[in-house]
């Protein structure tokens, strides 16, 4: 009203970024996904890079949409004389500072610009069954792992199928595992939770309540097969985790922990959110 008075013109400013999980922050633990920014309060950056040439390091950032920079990263790879990066480092969202990190070049999934399955977003590549990134928190009842994937169809064993598995103290493996499946083990938590194949380009979610049994779904489709005991899941790694021998080849958009085991309600309003094709 005074800048009107005075004769001055109005300032507007630009909408507020919303991300698309706001609305289940508080619930929460860790996000994980370099892509795309999802929630609004993180304002940092969304993972570090190595070109593979000269491997030369540097941290980049989401745009105004909220997706990864990519046309940075290419002017950087541009600049570099190198075709390709990996990913040394990506962010937590939830600023716990619990980044995943892999230090060792061969073991570093590498960044992919674009991919059909992600609607042509940002995504990371293990694309050998020796890349793996740990995570540190000791993930207890109750919880949910939401995943993001698009495995790259060519499996043929079940060691190339582990896309997050288990680990507890700084590398004994545990033997808890949401699966790049096309090998009928698409989830395991000390007993098979799941055996039905899932889909190409999917969002799985595996939830361990405070008791009963755990639940495991592909596109908001319930298709838990065994009645397995909840139980904790302890430190999560996506890929080959400390102490572990076999791991995964797939393409990963995003993962998310939750500190609640999500009901059916919340897997439907979440798969409305996160589908592939919207990304």
């Known amino acids: 009203a005074l800048g009107n008075a005075l004769g001055l013109p109005f300032q507007r400013r630009g909408a507020s970024f919303v991300g698309a999980l706001d609305a289940y922050a508080s619930s929460i633990s860790r996000l994980w996904c370099p892509g795309r920014r999802l929630l609004s309060s993180w304002a940092g950056n ?17 745009g105004a949409d909220g997706y990864l920079n990519t046309t940075a990263i290419a002017s950087f790879l541009s600049g570099a004389g190198a075709s390709a990066a990996a990913h040394k480092v990506i962010f937590d969202q939830k600023a716990s500072g619990d980044d995943l990190t892999q230090t060792t070049a061969a073991s570093q999934p590498l960044y992919v610009s674009s ?20 995570s540190t928190l000791d993930i207890a009842r109750p919880y949910s792992i939401v995943v993001i ?13 582990r896309t997050i598995a288990a680990y507890s103290g700084t590398s004994t493996f545990e033997n808890n595992l949401i699966c790049a499946n096309r090998m009928s083990l698409s989830a395991y938590r000390n007993g098979v939770v799941s055996s039905t194949s899932t889909a190409a380009a999917c969002v799985e979610i595996f939830t361990g309540p ?70």
């Not at 994937?149 to 199928?161: F, H």
Request: proline share 2%; net charge negative; hydrophobic share 35%.
């Open 46 to 62: 969304a993972a570090t890079l190595r070109e593979t040439t000269g491997s030369t390091e540097r941290t980049f950032g989401y």
């Open 115 to 134: 991919h059909s399955g992600f609607n042509n977003r940002a995504c990371l590549h293990l694309d050998s069954n020796v890349k793996g990134m740990p």
């Open 149 to 161: 994937e698009d495995d790259d169809g060519t499996l043929s064993s079940v060691s190339s199928a």
């Open 210 to 279: 405070s008791s009963g049994n755990h639940a495991f779904y592909c596109n908001g489709t319930d298709i838990t097969t065994t009645g397995t005991a909840s139980g904790d899941w302890r430190k999560l790694s996506i890929g080959r985790g400390p102490g572990a021998t076999e791991g995964a080849i797939t393409k990963l958009f995003a993962v998310i922990v939750f500190n609640t085991a999500l009901s059916a309600g919340d897997v439907t309003a979440l798969q409305a959110i996160l589908a592939p094709v919207s990304l």
